[in-house]
């Protein structure tokens, strides 16, 4: 009977530890996602002022920014684009986030490659000049983020397991010892459990 009840107790304990790390996990994906999106809504805050004094030419030597930057003209043509020859490109005035600037003023999208394996967010903003400015950066860091506190996650696991160990074999200890003191030939004698 001790086993059974030892063992209940490390199972339940091992599922509400798993349920919490894959909880934390979704919430704080969902949290960096939505960090990320207000990130590209402040760069395109900060391109915009660029776009806006007929600089475009100066967004080529933005070296250091990590964002994918494309200005769009409203009828789908790309005019600019810092990390794809603009030749090469389709027209995107199907894509949603474009969509939505041209309705809204200003539109978002998430897509996967499943070439890449990257999850991609989209920011897009219709700028006063009739241009539609959009940034999106990666997720893939997001990914890196949750990979580096993985192994805190293993060991935090790891130690609250042994702890369930420890308390449940004390907790099955005196939850059993009760029922073996138990006098069955004497059953008068016995302290009610």
Request: positive net charge; aromatic residues 8%.
């Amino acid at each position: 009977m001790k086993k059974k009840i030892f063992r209940s107790y490390i199972i339940l304990s091992a599922i509400t530890i798993l349920l919490s790390i894959v909880s934390l996990i979704f919430i704080l994906y969902n949290k960096l996602s939505s960090q990320l999106v207000g990130s590209l809504k402040n760069d395109a805050i900060y391109l915009e002022n660029i776009i806006e004094n007929n600089q475009i030419d100066s967004l080529k030597q933005l070296n250091n920014i990590e964002d994918r930057i494309t200005i769009i003209k409203i009828d789908g043509t790309v005019l600019f684009d810092n990390q794809a020859h603009i030749t090469d490109m389709e027209n995107h005035l199907e894509r949603e986030e474009i969509k939505q600037a041209i309705e809204k003023g200003e539109g978002q999208s998430h897509r996967y490659s499943s070439t890449l394996s990257v999850k991609t967010i989209y920011y897009a903003k219709l700028l006063p000049n009739g241009i539609i400015l959009r940034v999106a950066r990666n997720l893939q860091s997001v990914w890196s983020i949750l990979l580096n506190i993985f192994r805190p996650i293993i060991i935090l696991f790891i130690v609250i397991i042994a702890f369930s160990i420890i308390l449940s074999n004390d907790i099955s200890k005196k939850i059993v010892s009760p029922i073996n003191k138990i006098d069955l030939n004497n059953p008068e004698n016995n302290n009610t459990y």
